[in-house]
């Protein structure tokens, strides 16, 4: 699925999910299918005066006829879909695209933290039907507060609810000590992610964030040469790839211009990229073929992009 596809789409259906929690279920505004989807797939949702915010596709992957995310009333743009957002109203979307990829494993935890619970919800639908071995480990604030436990509770004891005000915080020790077969797949605040990366060993964790990971790196200018256009740009200190290419009017697909959500994706031709993303894997930054230029620089002098 290209992450350019655009489509409009009608708000079918608004409900309260949890406390500071509505769900959104959309259908094609031309009628007929929706651009297909996976486990762990998210859509950028239009909202109008230069918002764009990213949501998790969280309903049925086998029904194309509706999407259904979940948002959390936290910031401006979830802010808009709280409070203006009507049953009828028509919705620009773009993608599905996914960062967030479910692996044919034999074995699965699942670890979320309140709004997290949203691209987990069908990875586990998808594992219970591949007849997998899993669990899923789910914390929030408190019962009212989390979203679909009534979906959740057909799975039994696979699922185990830890709301913070009856259990505390997550046992991850406890969790990822059962979890030595298994690959982990977490979403939640970055409180959470940072202390399951510390706890998992390399190659047995995926995440998805929200928010941008914390990251430290140097500022210094560099060129950039875009191969497709035969151009060769300086990117200065305090300014971005992004920035810079779109100052000189090449246009590049984007939409959280924080490193989360994969939209400028770009091919890296030559040179060494600075990582600064939340989106690839330590194997793709190692292998160095692709960047996200909202975010991250160069390590060198050069960089050599296909755009």
């Known amino acids: 699925m290209s992450v350019g596809t655009v489509t409009e789409v009608v708000v079918e259906d608004k409900a309260v999910l949890a406390e500071g929690v509505v769900g959104l279920t959309l259908r094609a505004a031309a009628g007929g299918d929706l651009p297909s989807w996976r486990p762990g797939a998210h859509v950028d949702v239009v909202l109008g005066d230069g ?44 993608g599905p695209r996914n960062n967030f990829v479910l692996e044919d494993v034999p074995r699965y935890v699942f670890l979320a933290g309140g709004i997290g619970i949203t691209p987990i919800m069908p990875m586990v639908a998808a594992a219970d039907a591949a007849g997998a071995d899993w669990r899923l480990h789910y914390g929030g604030r408190s019962r009212p507060a989390m979203a679909f436990l009534g979906e959740l509770s057909r ?31 977490c979403c939640g605040p970055e409180p959470m992610l940072a202390a399951v990366e510390e706890r998992c060993p390399p190659g047995a964790l995926r995440t998805e964030r929200f928010s941008p990971k914390p990251v430290e790196g140097t500022d210094e200018a560099f060129e950039v040469e875009l191969s497709l256009s035969g151009r060769t740009l300086r990117v200065e200190s305090g300014r971005s790839i992004l920035e810079t290419v779109e100052k000189a009017g090449v246009g590049v697909l984007s939409s959280c211009r924080e490193g989360t959500c994969g939209t400028c994706e770009t091919p890296v031709l030559d040179g060494e990229p600075e990582h600064r993303d939340s989106v690839l894997t330590e194997a793709e930054r190692a292998d160095g073929g692709f960047m996200m230029i909202c975010v991250s620089r160069a390590r060198g002098p050069r960089l050599v992009l296909e755009l």
Do not use: M, N
């Open 155 to 185: 799975y039994g004891e696979r699922v185990r609810v830890h709301p913070q005000d009856e259990c505390g915080l997550l046992d991850l020790d406890g969790i990822l000590a059962e979890a030595a077969d298994a690959l982990v797949y």
């Open 51 to 94: 918002l764009v915010r990213q949501y998790s596709l969280c309903g049925d992957p086998g029904d194309s006829r509706v999407w259904r995310i979940g948002v959390l009333k936290e910031g401006p743009g979830s802010g808009v879909v709280h409070e203006r957002v009507r049953v009828g109203d028509r919705l620009t979307v773009r």
